[in-house]
């Protein structure tokens, strides 16, 4: 049984940061695909950062300068460092891994996280 799950949302100020992780079981997040996406109310779902299997880092246009994606190997955990948060970062976030990459969409068939949410006020 392959499992993920995200943790590390919660409400926070403009300018403040959170550390989304995402701990999977039953998988090795490190030997393939992983990454972050989110969706806000009445959004699409978009990709945020993204380590393709060739070690290749990703980040969405809104994001960056501001997102990190990093890995812990021996934890098999994803982490997502949100630093300077706006209120547009406001959404439910979840990771996804597995064994397709090369683009955003090629996620959509990986293992998938029940989500974590997000917000920030002004």
């Known amino acids: 049984q392959v499992q993920l799950v995200e943790s590390g949302g919660g409400s926070v100020q403009a300018g403040g940061s959170l550390r989304l992780s995402c701990v999977a079981s039953?998988?090795?997040?490190?030997?393939?695909?992983m990454g972050w996406f989110r969706q806000a109310p009445g959004k699409e779902r978009e990709g945020v950062a993204r380590?393709?299997?060739?070690?290749?880092?990703y980040y969405g246009d809104p994001v960056k300068g501001r997102f990190t994606i990093t890995l812990d190997n021996a934890k098999n955990t994803l982490y997502l460092q949100m630093n300077s948060l706006k209120p547009e970062d406001t959404a439910m976030y979840s990771c996804?891994?597995?064994?397709?990459?090369?683009?955003?969409?090629?996620?959509?068939?990986?293992?998938w996280g029940q989500g974590t949410q997000v917000t920030v006020s002004s």
């Open positions: 996804a891994a597995g064994p397709y990459g090369g683009s955003w969409r090629a996620y959509e068939s990986n293992w």
């Open positions: 039953g998988y090795k997040i490190s030997t393939n695909c």
């Open positions: 380590i393709d299997s060739d070690g290749i880092i």
